[in-house]
């Protein structure tokens, strides 16, 4: 069983930067796809950037240009680096590891909120 658990986040105002991290209990990045959900009440959660194994890297549309994901294999994290944030990047941001069609692990999630 692998645990993921998040850290980082907090309050910023619009145009600020934040980065959330996510720590793994295993040797699990650099093996799987790793990813960054968002979620909203009341809206469906939304994939915000993935990493490969490879390093190979994909972002939504809404983050592109401004949101970065990175790797740490030293220190067994994943980062997602946050800049010109916005009011609607608010949510709570989950890490997520799909090993398998029947096994997915995910992060307790990490509150972001930009407002002035």
């Known amino acids: 069983q692998v645990q993921l658990v998040e850290s980082g986040g907090g309050w910023v105002q619009p145009g600020g930067s934040l980065s959330v991290s996510c720590a793994a209990s295993g040797n699990i990045f650099n093996l799987y796809n790793t990813n960054w959900y968002r979620q909203v009440p009341a809206k469906q959660r939304e994939l915000v950037a993935t990493?490969?194994?490879?390093?190979?890297?994909n972002y939504a549309d809404s983050v592109k240009g401004r949101f970065t994901i990175s790797r740490d294999d030293a220190k067994n994290t994943v980062s997602l680096q946050m800049n010109s944030l916005k009011p609607e990047d608010t949510a709570v941001y989950h890490c997520?590891?799909?090993?398998?069609?029947?096994?997915?692990?995910w992060g307790q999630g990490t509150q972001v909120t930009v407002s002035s």
């Open positions: 990493i490969t194994p490879s390093g190979r890297t």
């Open positions: 997520n590891v799909r090993v398998s069609a029947t096994t997915s692990y």
